[in-house]
């Protein structure tokens, strides 16, 4: 019995000296710990980035996959450090809230997972896509779809559209490329977080989709691409504006931002006119306040939220992007972000010199 | 001195309780005032809209009340030639003995595995069979979701009833036996009238365990925002809607969900009452 009593407290002792070790980091701060809310699409890449940028700085992160208009929500009220976002605020989101800025930390892509017995390469086009979705198009042997899959044998059996009950990031990049697409998309159904499907079933999250889909014979659903690679779900290679057939890859991802991006690089970049580029290609961001001084939080914490921001655009961080099955954001990513950065001010005063 | 110490901390803690739900009823009246003053009261419940279209916003509650009605009703249907098996060998064929003690204990087993538990395995396991049985071809929908949801209530309704059916008085048990009477005669014309509303009382709250019923039923319904056409169709609860969609939801889509929250809450105390009005007229006779 005492013998158990005395290990209970070594363990106690050992978490309590854990906890309060405070290691200082490089700059002569103590540690913090940042708290943010918000995507699920890009989890597994913070996952793996938060962990590094501990043993580098020292800071812990949590972060909560929420989804991104959840984040968004905890950053309106004020409780979270950063949200993460697959979707930038619109004007009018903004002008709700103190000023933000974006960072773009990775890109991603929203792949098309399907789930068809002896079919391993699936091409389809925006409007195949739309009409699918829609429910114009409500068998996998289709004319429409033989056209463009010649040689492959698609069976004679009824589509399964799989899509997300919550409201998603990924759900606005996917109907934001429909919208583009298809006009009788844009007309119907429109490009937003939550879109009424008119047929097929709801999944919670990328993981949920990703799991019906793996289960579900005839199916096909959007998921962020981390989720298709991971569960190792065949996906579909995409018609893009130059008419090539396109698969997900960090390249082709990377291609579609090869644009113009805006100074507070909100953009999107779905249905790119870039050779070689991924159509549902995205940006994923993170958002703070440009004043860094709101709920009682510390200076302290603010510059720990820059140097996580600063370590996301470094090149150490990006090269684990496409580890994960994400791709690097571009130079010109990079450079608006980190000069955006700079106008990150604790009381008025800018934090980075 | 030392009573009226207890009394103050008795009063305290009797308190909380009534505060707390005050409380709850008082936010979600508040909150889901909007969405009933936009759309009205009875306009709320007989809509089955519910489209984002942004400018255009509809949010109707009938689809998530016909699928939680739905789930509950079917869920019972199927829980009741299990449960009642259970309660009539643990109250009465097999009462007091070491076998029914392990059966109950098992039973009752089955009310402390988390919800999420049964979720993953009607997923993964009932789903692939519907499908494979070609009842559905999604293989989601309210009736996968009843299935589990009937597994689940069976320890409420079971281990409740069979409490019933041993307080069944033997003299009138031993009376019927006299008189030359079988032992299904005795369950059939003593028992269940005697333990009759006692039994009922027991299917009620385990109703109000499966209405309430969120994480399973949004992993099986199928999630989709439409009154459901057939039993193998899906559909939406409205425990389902709200975890579907309350991380994302702001201004009227906030409130409709509150509202539906609200609605939930009154469809389970009522059902709760109910359940304890007749336990209450099972004591006295």
Redesign the interface.
């Known amino acids: 019995m005492k013998k158990i009593f005395s290990s209970v407290m070594t363990l106690i002792l050992a978490i309590v000296a854990v906890s309060c070790g405070g290691n200082a980091t490089s700059e002569g701060r103590k540690a913090q710990e940042l708290s943010g809310a918000g995507a699920t699409f890009p989890l597994p890449f913070y996952n793996v980035v938060f962990e590094e940028f501990a043993q580098v700085n020292g800071d812990a992160v949590a972060y909560g996959g929420?989804?991104?208009?959840?984040g968004v929500?905890n950053l309106r009220d004020k409780i979270v450090d950063f949200a993460g976002s697959d979707a930038f605020l619109s004007d009018k989101e903004m002008s709700d809230m103190n000023a933000v800025i974006h960072v773009p930390t990775c890109m991603g892509a929203v792949v098309l997972a399907y789930n068809l017995d002896g079919v391993n390469n699936l091409n389809l086009s925006g409007d195949l896509i739309a009409d699918i979705f829609a429910g114009n198009i409500k068998m996998w042997n289709d004319e429409r779809l033989a056209a463009l899959n010649p040689g492959v044998e698609l069976p004679a059996e009824?589509i399964?559209p799989v899509f997300r009950?919550?409201?998603?990031g990924t759900t606005f990049v996917f109907t934001d490329y429909l919208t583009k697409v298809s006009p009788m998309w844009k007309e119907k159904f429109?490009a937003?977080?939550?879109?009424?499907?008119p047929s097929?079933?709801?999944?919670?999250g990328n993981p949920?989709v990703a799991?019906?889909v793996k289960?579900?014979?005839?199916?096909i659903g959007y998921v962020g691409s981390e989720y298709a690679f991971a569960q190792k779900i065949a996906y579909a290679k995409i018609q893009n504006q130059r008419g090539e057939i396109v698969e997900p890859t960090a390249a082709s991802i990377s291609a579609a931002a090869s644009g113009e991006i805006p100074a507070d690089t909100r953009c999107s970049i779905t249905n790119s006119d870039a050779a070689g580029a991924y159509p549902i290609s995205t940006f994923t961001w993170m958002i703070i306040y440009k004043e860094q001084n709101y709920s009682d939080r510390s200076k302290e914490q603010a510059v720990a939220t820059l140097d996580l921001l600063q370590y996301i655009l470094s090149d150490d961080a990006q090269k684990i992007t496409s580890e994960v099955h994400y791709a690097p954001l571009p130079e010109k990513a990079k450079e608006l972000s980190l000069k955006n950065l700079k106008t990150v001010t604790f009381d008025g005063t800018a934090i980075l010199q | 001195m030392n009573d009226k110490i207890y009394r103050v901390i008795l009063f305290i803690a009797a308190l909380i309780v009534p505060t707390v739900c005050g409380g709850v009823i008082y936010a979600l009246v508040t909150d889901a005032y909007d969405a009933f003053e936009y759309f009205g009261f009875f306009k709320f419940l007989t809509s089955s809209e519910?489209?984002?279209?942004?400018g255009a916003e509809q949010y109707g509650a009938l689809p998530f009340i016909t699928g939680t009605l739905m789930t509950t009703l079917l869920a019972l249907v199927f829980c009741i030639p299990f449960s009642l098996p259970v309660a009539l060998f643990v109250g009465e064929y097999f009462k007091g003995t070491k076998i029914a003690a392990v059966l109950s204990t098992v039973t009752d087993l089955l009310a402390g595995i988390p919800s999420i538990i049964y979720g993953l395995w009607g997923?993964?396991t009932l789903?692939?069979i519907i499908?494979a049985l070609d009842i559905s071809?999604?293989?989601?929908g309210i009736l996968t979701a009843s299935l589990v949801l009937a597994i689940m209530i069976i320890p409420y309704a079971a281990s409740l009833s069979a409490e019933f059916i041993k307080m069944v008085p033997n003299d009138l048990k031993e009376g019927a036996y006299s008189l030359g009477a079988t032992r299904a005669e005795v369950i059939r014309k003593v028992v269940f009238p005697v333990a009759g509303s006692g039994i009922f009382s027991s299917y009620v709250l385990a109703i109000g365990r499966a209405l309430g019923e969120t994480m399973t039923v949004?992993?099986l319904i199928?999630?989709?925002?439409n009154i459901p056409d057939s039993i193998t169709s899906?559909g939406?609860s409205m425990a389902s809607i709200i975890?579907?969609?309350f991380?994302?939801?702001?201004g009227l889509r906030l409130s409709s969900l509150i509202a539906i929250g609200l609605i939930l809450f009154l469809i389970t105390a009522a059902i709760n009452m109910v359940g304890k009005i007749m336990i209450k007229r099972a004591r006295i006779s």
């Open positions: 929420i989804g991104s208009g959840g929500r009824a399964i009950s919550d409201g998603s429109g937003g977080k939550s879109v009424n499907f097929g079933q709801a999944a919670k949920g799991g019906v289960q579900t014979k005839n199916s | 519910w489209s984002y279209t942004e997923f993964y789903r692939p499908m071809e999604q293989g989601s949004t992993m199928g999630n989709t925002n899906t939406n975890a579907n969609q991380g994302e939801a702001d």
